[in-house]
């Protein structure tokens, strides 16, 4: 199962992560479970807006790695 490092959405000034396991569907991701720095699992707590923005966090990260290069553009690892 994949996860990612996200945002914490509860940390009012964005500077926690939190470790966000998740599975992909066709309609995108399903959060399983969002571990903070003290391992506790802090997804049940939090409010659908807040689960919403880890969603949109992972899909987004995952949209800019895996899209397709343009012509012309630079590749930063060559």
């Known amino acids: 199962m994949p996860s990612h490092a996200c945002v914490d959405p509860q940390d009012q000034y964005a500077q926690a992560e ?18 903070d720095a003290s391992d506790d699992d802090i997804l049940p707590g939090l409010e659908d807006f807040q689960r919403q923005a880890l969603e949109s966090e992972i899909l ?17 690892c060559s």
């Open 18 to 35: 939190v470790l966000v396991a998740f599975e992909t569907t066709d309609r995108g991701v399903r959060l399983v479970s969002a571990h």
């Open 60 to 76: 987004d990260d995952y949209r800019h790695t895996f899209e397709p290069r343009r012509a012309g553009t630079s590749d930063p």
